[in-house]
Nanobody, 125 residues
Framework: QVQLVESGGGLVQPGGSLRLSCAAS????????MGWFRQTPGKEREFVAA???????YYTDSVKGRFTISRDKTKNTVALQMNTLKPEDTAVYYC???????????????????WGQGTQVTVSS
């Protein structure tokens, strides 16, 4: 059974930092893209960042220069380092992966088939 489990969320003041982690089990994702999405109440889930099997990374414009996605293929994990957090970054953050290895994923949620349960990030003073 494939599982993606996020951790590292919490409450942080504006300008602060958090590091989210996602641990995958049940399948080797070393040759898969892995991504982070976020969702706030009443809104659709939106793309945040992704890293492809070859290490290529891409981000939504609003987090460029502040967030960094990375992975450890040996541990089957992916992380999202979030710096200079803003109140508008408040959301539930989800880790995701596509079913197919070597997939040329973009920013669409329907390209990702495995999802974690989410971790809450709240940016507030």
């Amino acid at each position: 059974q494939v599982q993606l489990v996020e951790s590292g969320g919490g409450l942080v003041q504006p300008g602060g930092s958090l590091r989210l982690s996602c641990a995958a089990s049940g399948r080797d994702f070393s040759q898969h893209a892995m991504g982070w999405f976020r969702q706030t109440p009443g809104k659709e889930r939106e793309f945040v960042a992704a890293i492809r099997w070859n290490g290529l990374t891409y981000y939504t414009d609003s987090v460029k220069g502040r967030f960094t996605i990375s992975r450890d293929k040996t541990k089957n994990t992916v992380a999202l380092q979030m710096n200079t957090l803003k109140p508008e970054d408040t959301a539930v953050y989800y880790c995701a992966a596509p079913f197919t290895p070597y997939a040329l994923t973009s920013r669409e949620t329907n390209e990702f088939h495995y999802w974690g349960q989410g971790t809450q990030v709240t940016v507030s003073s």
